[in-house]
């Protein structure tokens, strides 16, 4: 019995035993040391001016109208860096129902005698929305450009349709 007693003592100190020991008492102290090496963590300061949240879309567009060079833009040519300045602040202008507020959708009805003028002062009237406020009419804001036989040459109405910003009942 003697014999047996020793062969199990050699085996609880035998290299694979102690080595388990060792990689356990290491787990430990790295486990201690980073535990000890911690930062608090502090949240950073909230914005001032949160950004409201932006819920859907009104369904009822506020009209603006607005008064530009129909002779200019009937054409449907390139613009002139004059006429794009005059476009932009013909419609910066007009922008009173829409200021502080978020343009989601914008319909543009340009005026004229024929359906391609009228759609040529729509579609020169739109790539100058943003030039008129960044704003209301901030990133890609979707637009279209129609035409409208009851008004003249160099008359437009803008259909600006909203974003709402607050859970309608």
């Not at 007693?5 to 008492?25: K, P, Y």
């Not at 949240?53 to 390139?78: E, F, H, Q, S, Y």
């Not at 901030?138 to 003249?152: E, H, I, M, N, Y």
């Amino acid at each position: 019995m003697a014999g047996i007693d020793s062969n199990r003592r050699g085996r609880l100190f035998s290299v694979e035993s102690i080595a388990g020991w060792v990689f356990a008492d290491l787990l430990l102290v790295l486990f201690i040391v980073g535990l000890g090496s911690a930062v608090a963590y502090t949240p950073p300061e909230p914005p001032k001016k949160e950004p409201k949240t932006i819920v859907g879309m009104k369904t009822d567009p506020t009209p603006i109208g607005v008064r530009v060079d129909g002779g200019r833009l009937a054409g449907g040519g390139k613009l002139d860096a004059t006429t794009k300045k005059s476009v932009c602040q013909a419609v910066k202008k007009r922008l009173g129902p829409v200021a502080g507020q978020r343009a989601a959708l914008v319909l543009v009805f340009g005026g004229g005698p024929d359906v391609s003028s009228g759609q040529n002062v729509a579609r020169a009237i739109t790539p100058q929305l943003g030039c008129a406020s960044s704003e209301v009419f901030q990133g890609k804001v979707p637009t279209r450009a129609f035409w409208d036989g009851s008004l003249p040459l160099g008359e437009a109405r803008l259909e600006v349709f909203l974003f709402h910003t607050e859970k309608q009942g």
